[in-house]
């Protein structure tokens, strides 16, 4: 049986392909088109997966979509209502033609775009195979499906579905149950968003940035939240006082009461970031956690269940997942490593799947999201096409020399373009399209982040590390193969009168790993599994034999603001485009300082102000 989920038409867009109830294919539609965070239908990705997978429509026995646009559009109308006739008139001008034409008949448009994909096989019957499954519930099956829980608690916490933004239920067996949710406008994630607004970084997609300037700041403004701007109740339930906000009505995520409030002006993104700044963002960090923590024990104890499943774009959130951890409230934890929209494409098919249809799940010890590893992937022969196509020298070795050359090059300092086997499904490189370092030097994490990422120069890198060594080298609750979780690194030290200094705190973290490690002393981990990446594995051990540390600066293969890197043109820009010393694709390693001048092009470096 043959499944497409597809997500779609508000951010981060995919689509996956479930034969029999496995995830054999799931892509973004951004690593193909380049266009960071794509709403539109995943045409080229579904393109892809169905040509290499050789399917047809009459293969397909159903495609799901992943939320309801009818009911998307009954909250826009009701908000609007509320709200009218005075507040709201300028964002009813501008979205209400754009529903009427085109979102309010997305089913019609979804029927054509798979029409023209599935080579015409007529609406009605592409009508006659599509399902539409409820936000929230596809976001609460990626994360229960695809884990290993026989049993399972679900928590769901995103920006908005049709409604809800946050639901609690149980999974048992095949089946789901959403037993509360929490309705919009009351949001942890539209919270968190703005402030990721206020604090000039893009929403949907700042968080990110959010979440790494906290640990700069003291949460000084955590009372002044909690007692203006969120209620929150005793098991976890909130309701944000709208006074501050103006996502319901307006154009921008924040109103001049909420400037008013914090006494700090909104910052553009081209401003100096200040303590205040980060003191707001350890302040809306240590909210969202006091929040999570409380929706945790109130779930735990209606449900009973011993085991937690966390997906919705909030659950990206690592520190958060990281504290829910050591309060010791569930026994076992799973994060959806895409839980984003994205996730939902999965989500959506298997909700049709295991309880719509009602397919007996044959649990395994590891999950089905296979390391994530779940994208393209391209021959050797393909590679040295494009290779020869631009005129590249290259070499060709065996995985075994690869190993112990690049190892020894990263230990001598140089960077590396890594690109092997199938893309990584979800927001984070996961060692098949990932930029590679060393993590000991002093001046490692200013220089990706300045001279390789061409971004803000706080931004904390994450360590991928041997499975084996992993309890050796950080203080964790789990192993944690999706970065899904920050743990504390076990030799980190900082005197605490340098603490709070701003981003020059950076300079004084002493830890063998110090480019790895977050001025808090935590790092977002990596646990590298041989059986699931050997080669991945073989080079961290071929490094750690000469350094005698198991484990390298892992960070997604591209540089600000473009997506990560999908196919081996997409790598040869990136790498002839920054510093990046080597690249190594599958069997081919091509060194910088080799290659003709003329193709090397500082280009991505451009306009670009580090803040």
Not at 322 to 348: C, H, R, Y
Not at 351 to 369: A, G, P, S, T
Not at 520 to 532: A, C, E, H, M, W
Request: hydrophobic share 35%; proline share 3%; net charge positive.
């Amino acid at each position: 049986m043959i499944i497409l989920g597809i997500s779609a038409y508000y951010h981060d867009s995919a689509a996956c392909i479930l034969k029999d109830g496995e995830i054999i294919y799931s892509l973004h539609e951004e690593r193909l088109t380049r266009i960071k965070h794509d709403k539109d239908f995943p045409r080229e990705a579904l393109k892809l997966g169905l040509s290499k997978y050789s399917i047809n429509f009459d293969d397909i026995d159903h495609i799901v979509f992943f939320d309801k646009p009818f009911l998307k559009f009954e909250r826009l109308l009701e908000t609007y209502v509320f709200y009218s006739p005075f507040l709201g008139y300028e964002s009813f001008k501008k979205s209400i033609p754009i529903w009427i034409k085109e979102k309010i008949f997305q089913k019609d448009l979804i029927i054509k775009e798979l029409n023209e994909i599935l080579k015409n096989p007529g609406k009605k019957r592409i009508n006659e195979k599509l399902i539409f499954s409820e936000h929230h519930l596809s976001h609460a099956a990626s994360a229960f499906f695809a884990s290993n829980f026989n049993e399972s608690a679900i928590i769901t916490m995103d920006g908005v579905g049709e409604w809800a933004t946050t639901t609690f239920g149980v999974g048992k067996n095949n089946k789901i149950k959403i037993l509360n949710e929490i309705k919009y406008p009351h949001s942890l994630g539209l919270l968190y968003s703005a402030f990721t607004y206020f604090l000039g970084f893009e929403v949907n997609s700042g968080e990110y940035k959010l979440m790494g300037l906290a640990p700069f700041g003291k949460a000084k403004y955590f009372n002044l939240i909690i007692n203006k701007v969120i209620n929150v109740k005793e098991d976890g339930s909130f309701i944000l006082n709208q006074d501050y906000f103006n996502y319901s009505v307006g154009l921008t995520m924040t109103n001049k009461k909420f400037s008013e409030l914090f006494g700090i002006k909104k910052r553009e993104p081209s401003e100096k970031i200040d303590q205040n700044h980060m003191d707001l963002a350890a302040s809306i960090q240590k909210v969202l956690e006091y929040v999570i923590i409380k929706i945790c024990k109130h779930v735990k104890n209606i449900t009973k269940m011993k085991n937690l499943c966390l997906s919705g774009g909030v659950a990206l959130n690592c520190v958060a997942n990281f504290k829910i951890g050591l309060e010791k409230i569930f026994e076992n934890i799973w994060v959806q490593p895409a839980s984003g929209d994205a996730g939902s494409s999965i989500g959506s098919a298997m909700y049709v799947y295991y309880h719509i249809l009602n397919k007996e799940r044959n649990l395994k010890n590891e999950d089905r999201m296979k390391g994530c590893y779940l994208g393209n992937n391209y021959s050797n022969v393909e590679i040295e096409k494009i290779l020869n196509k631009f005129d590249i020298k290259y070499t060709s070795m065996s995985d075994d020399k690869i190993s112990k050359i690049i190892s020894k090059e990263i230990s001598e300092g140089k960077i590396i373009g890594w690109l092997q086997g199938k893309s990584e499904f979800g927001p984070r490189a996961l060692g098949a399209r990932s930029i590679l370092a060393d993590p000991r030097p002093v001046d490692m994490q200013k220089k990706l982040n300045l001279k390789i990422k061409f971004r803000e120069s706080f931004r904390p890198f994450a360590p991928s590390i041997m499975s084996e060594h992993q309890k050796n080298w950080f203080d964790s609750f789990n192993l944690n193969q999706y970065m899904s979780f920050v743990s504390k690194t076990k030799d980190f030290k900082m005197n605490e009168e340098y603490r709070y200094n701003g981003f020059k705190s950076l300079d004084y973290i002493q830890s063998k790993i110090k480019a790895v490690t977050h001025v808090d002393g935590t790092s977002r981990v990596q646990t590298v599994y041989k059986n699931l990446n050997p080669k991945f594995h073989n080079l961290i051990e071929d490094f750690y034999k000469i350094t005698g540390i198991p484990l390298l600066i892992n960070t997604s293969f591209n540089v600000r603001g473009e997506p990560i890197v999908e196919t081996p043109e997409h790598a040869l820009k990136c790498f002839l485009g920054t510093e990046l010393d080597y690249l190594v694709m599958e069997n081919f390693v091509i060194k910088k300082e080799e290659q003709n001048k003329n193709l090397i092009t500082a280009k991505y470096s451009i306009n670009f102000k580090p803040d």
